[in-house]
Protein backbone atom coordinates (compact mmCIF):
# COMPACT_ATOMS: atom_id res chain seq x y z
CA UNK A 1 0.00 0.00 0.00
CA UNK A 2 1.67 3.77 -1.01
CA UNK A 3 1.17 6.46 1.53
CA UNK A 4 -1.80 8.80 0.74
CA UNK A 5 -1.00 12.03 -1.20
CA UNK A 6 -0.32 15.08 1.07
CA UNK A 7 -3.51 16.70 0.94
CA UNK A 8 -2.10 20.14 -0.51
CA UNK A 9 -4.11 23.57 -2.35
CA UNK A 10 -3.38 24.17 -5.63
CA UNK A 11 -1.67 27.29 -4.45
CA UNK A 12 0.35 25.92 -2.23
CA UNK A 13 4.00 26.19 -3.11
CA UNK A 14 6.17 22.65 -4.06
CA UNK A 15 8.73 24.01 -1.21
CA UNK A 16 9.85 27.22 0.50
CA UNK A 17 13.19 28.06 0.58
CA UNK A 18 14.66 30.12 4.20
CA UNK A 19 17.87 31.14 3.69
CA UNK A 20 21.11 33.21 5.78
CA UNK A 21 22.03 36.32 4.02
CA UNK A 22 26.00 36.81 4.81
CA UNK A 23 28.39 34.77 3.57
CA UNK A 24 25.81 31.99 2.12
CA UNK A 25 23.87 34.46 -0.42
CA UNK A 26 27.37 36.47 -0.48
CA UNK A 27 30.44 35.46 -0.90
CA UNK A 28 31.68 37.81 2.27
CA UNK A 29 29.80 38.33 5.42
CA UNK A 30 28.53 42.31 5.50
CA UNK A 31 29.27 42.45 8.89
CA UNK A 32 32.41 40.81 9.32
CA UNK A 33 33.72 42.89 6.21
CA UNK A 34 32.66 46.16 7.84
CA UNK A 35 33.97 45.24 11.11
CA UNK A 36 37.92 44.42 9.96
CA UNK A 37 38.08 47.32 8.16
CA UNK A 38 36.14 49.86 9.38
CA UNK A 39 35.91 48.98 13.18
CA UNK A 40 38.35 46.50 15.61
CA UNK A 41 39.71 44.90 12.71
CA UNK A 42 40.56 41.02 11.79
CA UNK A 43 42.78 40.05 14.94
CA UNK A 44 40.20 41.84 17.88
CA UNK A 45 37.22 39.99 15.66
CA UNK A 46 38.61 36.58 15.97
CA UNK A 47 39.44 36.82 20.07
CA UNK A 48 35.51 37.44 20.23
CA UNK A 49 34.51 34.53 17.70
CA UNK A 50 36.46 32.19 19.45
CA UNK A 51 34.48 33.37 22.58
CA UNK A 52 31.16 32.94 20.86
CA UNK A 53 32.50 29.58 19.12
CA UNK A 54 33.63 28.19 22.29
CA UNK A 55 30.55 29.63 24.55
CA UNK A 56 31.73 32.37 27.09
CA UNK A 57 29.83 34.85 25.62
CA UNK A 58 26.34 34.66 23.39
CA UNK A 59 26.29 35.25 19.21
CA UNK A 60 23.68 38.65 20.05
CA UNK A 61 27.03 39.99 22.77
CA UNK A 62 30.38 39.60 20.80
CA UNK A 63 28.06 40.63 17.40
CA UNK A 64 27.22 44.09 19.00
CA UNK A 65 30.72 44.40 20.54
CA UNK A 66 32.02 44.20 17.17
CA UNK A 67 29.70 46.51 15.25
CA UNK A 68 30.03 48.59 18.06
CA UNK A 69 33.18 49.20 17.22
CA UNK A 70 32.54 50.95 13.77
CA UNK A 71 32.04 54.50 14.52
CA UNK A 72 31.65 55.80 10.61
CA UNK A 73 28.35 56.87 9.74
CA UNK A 74 25.94 54.51 8.77
CA UNK A 75 25.76 55.39 5.15
CA UNK A 76 29.24 55.30 4.44
CA UNK A 77 29.20 51.58 5.51
CA UNK A 78 26.53 50.76 3.03
CA UNK A 79 29.13 52.31 0.63
CA UNK A 80 31.53 50.71 0.99
CA UNK A 81 29.47 47.22 1.20
CA UNK A 82 28.02 47.64 -2.05
CA UNK A 83 31.65 48.48 -3.62
CA UNK A 84 33.38 45.75 -2.30
CA UNK A 85 30.51 42.65 -1.70
CA UNK A 86 29.80 39.96 -3.82
CA UNK A 87 26.94 37.78 -4.48
CA UNK A 88 27.16 33.70 -4.70
CA UNK A 89 27.79 33.11 -8.48
CA UNK A 90 24.64 30.61 -8.74
CA UNK A 91 22.34 32.64 -6.37
CA UNK A 92 20.68 34.55 -9.40
CA UNK A 93 19.76 31.08 -11.69
CA UNK A 94 18.43 29.73 -8.20
CA UNK A 95 16.18 32.63 -7.64
CA UNK A 96 15.28 33.00 -11.10
CA UNK A 97 14.10 29.39 -11.25
CA UNK A 98 12.13 29.51 -7.56
CA UNK A 99 10.09 31.89 -9.33
CA UNK A 100 9.26 30.33 -12.08
CA UNK A 101 8.40 27.77 -9.75
CA UNK A 102 6.35 29.14 -7.26
CA UNK A 103 8.86 28.46 -4.62
CA UNK A 104 9.48 31.60 -1.66
CA UNK A 105 12.93 32.32 -0.80
CA UNK A 106 12.45 34.01 2.60
CA UNK A 107 16.00 35.70 3.97
CA UNK A 108 15.98 34.95 7.78
CA UNK A 109 19.21 37.04 8.59
CA UNK A 110 21.12 38.55 11.63
CA UNK A 111 22.15 41.11 9.78
CA UNK A 112 20.61 44.36 9.62
CA UNK A 113 17.77 45.28 7.23
CA UNK A 114 18.82 48.23 5.49
CA UNK A 115 22.02 46.74 4.39
CA UNK A 116 20.51 43.68 3.24
CA UNK A 117 17.85 45.75 0.88
CA UNK A 118 20.56 47.98 -0.45
CA UNK A 119 22.94 44.67 -1.27
CA UNK A 120 19.64 42.94 -2.57
CA UNK A 121 18.96 45.62 -5.28
CA UNK A 122 22.22 45.93 -6.00
CA UNK A 123 23.31 42.64 -6.60
CA UNK A 124 19.78 41.31 -8.17
CA UNK A 125 17.67 44.24 -8.94
CA UNK A 126 14.45 46.07 -7.71
CA UNK A 127 12.27 42.81 -8.91
CA UNK A 128 14.19 40.82 -6.13
CA UNK A 129 13.24 43.23 -3.49
CA UNK A 130 9.62 42.62 -4.14
CA UNK A 131 9.65 38.90 -4.42
CA UNK A 132 12.24 38.07 -1.41
CA UNK A 133 10.75 38.78 2.33
CA UNK A 134 13.79 39.60 4.57
CA UNK A 135 13.34 38.47 8.23
CA UNK A 136 16.48 40.56 10.03
CA UNK A 137 17.53 42.88 12.75
CA UNK A 138 17.49 46.41 11.97
CA UNK A 139 19.13 49.28 12.99
CA UNK A 140 19.02 52.37 14.90
CA UNK A 141 20.31 55.67 14.02
CA UNK A 142 20.95 58.86 15.49
CA UNK A 143 19.52 61.67 13.64
CA UNK A 144 21.90 64.30 15.01
CA UNK A 145 24.69 62.28 14.24
CA UNK A 146 24.66 59.40 12.06
CA UNK A 147 28.19 57.95 13.02
CA UNK A 148 25.79 56.89 16.11
CA UNK A 149 24.01 53.90 15.07
CA UNK A 150 22.86 50.40 17.01
CA UNK A 151 22.11 46.95 15.49
CA UNK A 152 18.00 46.80 17.45
CA UNK A 153 17.68 42.47 17.64
CA UNK A 154 14.71 41.24 17.07
CA UNK A 155 15.08 38.62 20.10
CA UNK A 156 16.70 40.50 22.57
CA UNK A 157 16.50 37.90 25.03
CA UNK A 158 17.93 35.43 22.61
CA UNK A 159 21.29 34.37 22.95
CA UNK A 160 21.46 34.33 18.91
CA UNK A 161 19.80 38.20 18.91
CA UNK A 162 17.59 36.83 15.99
CA UNK A 163 16.20 33.25 16.90
CA UNK A 164 15.87 32.11 13.39
CA UNK A 165 14.22 28.71 14.09
CA UNK A 166 10.94 30.76 15.86
CA UNK A 167 10.94 33.12 12.64
CA UNK A 168 10.78 30.36 10.51
CA UNK A 169 7.95 28.48 12.77
CA UNK A 170 6.05 32.42 12.58
CA UNK A 171 6.17 32.16 9.28
CA UNK A 172 4.88 28.80 8.40
CA UNK A 173 2.19 29.26 11.24
CA UNK A 174 0.89 32.77 9.10
CA UNK A 175 0.82 31.15 6.07
CA UNK A 176 -1.11 27.85 7.16
CA UNK A 177 1.04 25.41 7.46
CA UNK A 178 0.00 23.94 10.64
CA UNK A 179 0.58 19.81 9.73
CA UNK A 180 3.08 17.90 8.19
CA UNK A 181 0.80 17.32 5.49
CA UNK A 182 0.04 20.67 4.61
CA UNK A 183 3.49 21.76 4.50
CA UNK A 184 5.49 22.19 1.47
CA UNK A 185 9.29 20.61 1.34
CA UNK A 186 11.26 22.78 3.60
CA UNK A 187 15.30 23.90 2.78
CA UNK A 188 17.50 26.05 4.60
CA UNK A 189 20.80 27.26 3.81
CA UNK A 190 23.68 28.78 5.70
CA UNK A 191 27.03 28.61 6.93
CA UNK A 192 27.58 30.20 10.32
CA UNK A 193 26.66 30.29 14.06
CA UNK A 194 23.82 32.28 14.20
CA UNK A 195 21.97 29.23 11.89
CA UNK A 196 22.30 26.85 14.50
CA UNK A 197 18.91 27.73 15.53
CA UNK A 198 17.32 27.03 12.52
CA UNK A 199 19.06 23.91 11.51
CA UNK A 200 16.67 21.30 12.83
CA UNK A 201 13.27 23.26 11.35
CA UNK A 202 13.41 21.92 7.94
CA UNK A 203 13.94 18.76 5.84
CA UNK A 204 16.81 19.64 4.34
CA UNK A 205 19.76 21.69 5.66
CA UNK A 206 22.45 22.97 3.31
CA UNK A 207 25.71 24.23 5.17
CA UNK A 208 28.33 26.13 3.77
CA UNK A 209 31.25 23.62 2.67
CA UNK A 210 34.65 24.82 5.31
CA UNK A 211 32.23 26.91 7.58
CA UNK A 212 31.31 26.94 11.19
CA UNK A 213 28.00 26.01 10.48
CA UNK A 214 29.39 22.23 9.69
CA UNK A 215 31.48 21.73 12.78
CA UNK A 216 28.26 22.49 14.90
CA UNK A 217 26.00 20.16 12.80
CA UNK A 218 28.92 17.15 13.19
CA UNK A 219 28.75 18.21 17.10
CA UNK A 220 25.47 18.29 17.27
CA UNK A 221 24.22 15.18 14.97
CA UNK A 222 22.29 17.55 13.03
CA UNK A 223 21.62 16.28 9.35
CA UNK A 224 23.31 18.55 6.45
CA UNK A 225 24.31 18.05 3.22
CA UNK A 226 27.28 20.61 2.01
CA UNK A 227 27.45 23.45 -0.96
CA UNK A 228 29.59 25.29 -2.23
CA UNK A 229 27.28 27.57 -4.18
CA UNK A 230 23.59 28.27 -5.02
CA UNK A 231 24.33 26.19 -8.35
CA UNK A 232 25.11 22.73 -6.37
CA UNK A 233 21.66 23.80 -4.04
CA UNK A 234 20.15 24.07 -7.21
CA UNK A 235 20.36 20.53 -8.85
CA UNK A 236 20.03 19.12 -5.39
CA UNK A 237 16.59 21.08 -4.59
CA UNK A 238 15.60 20.30 -8.58
CA UNK A 239 15.94 16.65 -7.77
CA UNK A 240 13.97 16.65 -4.75
CA UNK A 241 11.09 18.88 -6.10
CA UNK A 242 11.18 18.08 -9.86
CA UNK A 243 11.84 14.44 -9.78
CA UNK A 244 10.96 13.54 -6.32
CA UNK A 245 14.52 12.24 -4.80
CA UNK A 246 14.99 10.90 -2.03
CA UNK A 247 16.23 13.63 0.15
CA UNK A 248 18.14 11.02 2.64
CA UNK A 249 20.67 10.21 -0.45
CA UNK A 250 22.07 13.98 0.09
CA UNK A 251 22.76 13.81 3.99
CA UNK A 252 26.07 13.45 5.04
CA UNK A 253 26.32 12.34 8.16
CA UNK A 254 23.48 10.06 8.37
MG1 LIG B 1 26.06 33.71 7.50
Same mark, same amino acid.
Given at each position: ?????PIRSPATP?????????????????????????????????????????????????????????????????????? $????????????????????????????????????????????????????? $??????????????????????????????????????HGY????N?P???????????????????????????????????????????????????????????????????? $??
Amino acid at each position: MTAAAPIRSPATPPAIVFTDWDGTVTLQDSNDYITDNLGMGHPKRMIINDKILDGTTTFRDGFREMLDSIHKPFSECIEYLLA $NIQLDPGFKSFYEWCQAENIPVIVISSGMKPIISALLTNLIGEDAMKNIEIVS $NDVEINPNDESDWEIIYRDPESGFGHDKARSIKQYLDNHGYTTKDNTPVLFYCGDGVSDLSAAKETDLLFAKHGKDLIKYCIRESIPYTEFNDFQEILSKVQTIVKHNGDIQQFIE $NP
